[in-house]
């Protein structure tokens, strides 16, 4: 797609982006019931979507949501990618509850379909970071689960960025450091890579995901672990991961710069690009 509009697929028809297609009683609509993954295309063809795959799954079944059919997302897929042309973007694919009625309460209709790429800018080498007043809820019933229903997000992302930020950090509700609103968070400290856990309330990512274990597989130790927020603050480099953004360097947290040399994450972007670039769908 050399023109730079999205292409969007529905329910097994291409459409245009600003065509209607979705009923106004489709439950993503009315409360955000649905779920999504966000993947990375580089020239023509998108990453790791063998796990993409699966998280969505995963975060269907944690929802409640009947069972997904992939060959039908994968349709979808085919269709917007086919012929696009894109050398870097974005596909994002959704699955909904379908229409329901106007509270929280499903029909049983069929799941909708939504599947869109287009083309985006590549990252910046590296961004600053800002540490929002909300918190996750490590707690809540969709920790965990990469549902549509993003509204802290948007009102946290757009705090940092009237700051000065590329990404939003949370705490959650026991002080911990998190994560941020469409990435996860490393910190290097004395030479140790050291990230939150899971059950700290996070979203696991798929590059987060992949950076461990590539990480792991060339002789660098990542440990999950508790971090207190302020473990920001003692840290030697920052960095965070992203299906889009993959490894990205922090260079100032909360206007705090950090130094210019970053070996240990220099070095992960390395192995992460390497075997990246050997397999498409690792």
């Not at 097994?12 to 966000?38: I, K, M, S, Y």
């Not at 007043?133 to 490590?138: I, K, Q, S, V, Y």
Request: hydrophobic fraction near 40%; glycine fraction near 10%.
């Amino acid at each position: 797609m050399t023109d730079g509009r999205i292409r969007v697929w529905v329910n097994g028809r291409g459409v245009e982006p600003d065509e209607p297609v979705l009923t106004a009683l489709d439950h993503g609509v009315t409360v955000g019931d649905g779920v999504f993954e966000t993947a990375k295309i580089e020239h023509g063809r998108p990453f790791a979507l063998r796990r993409h795959h699966a998280r969505l799954l995963r975060s269907a079944a944690g929802l409640g949501l009947p069972p997904i059919d992939l060959d039908r997302v994968d349709e979808g897929i085919k269709a917007v990618l086919d012929g696009a042309e894109i050398e870097f973007g974005r596909l994002r694919y959704s699955v909904t509850g379908g229409t329901g009625p106007l509270g929280s309460d499903r029909l049983a209709a069929p799941l909708t379909y939504i599947v869109l790429a287009g083309p985006q800018p590549r990252p910046p080498a590296s961004g600053a970071v800002v540490v929002v007043p909300w918190t996750r809820n490590e707690r809540s019933a969709v920790a965990g689960l990469k549902t549509t229903s993003y509204a802290e997000n948007v009102i946290a992302l757009a705090w940092a960025k009237e700051r000065g930020g590329i990404e939003a950090v949370f705490a959650n509700t026991r002080g911990e450091l998190c994560e941020c609103t469409g990435s996860n968070i490393f910190i290097v400290r004395d030479g140790q890579v050291l990230t939150p856990p899971v059950d700290s309330g996070l979203l696991p990512g798929i590059t987060r995901e992949l950076t461990i274990e590539w990480a792991e597989a060339s002789g660098i130790r990542v440990r999950e672990t508790v971090l207190p927020l302020g473990a920001l603050d003692e840290a030697d480099e920052v960095f965070i991961t992203s299906s889009t953004k993959d490894i990205l360097p922090v260079h100032a947290v909360d206007g705090r710069p950090l130094p210019a040399e970053r070996p240990v994450t220099t070095q992960l972007q390395r192995v992460f690009r390497g075997h990246a670039e050997r397999d498409s769908d690792p």
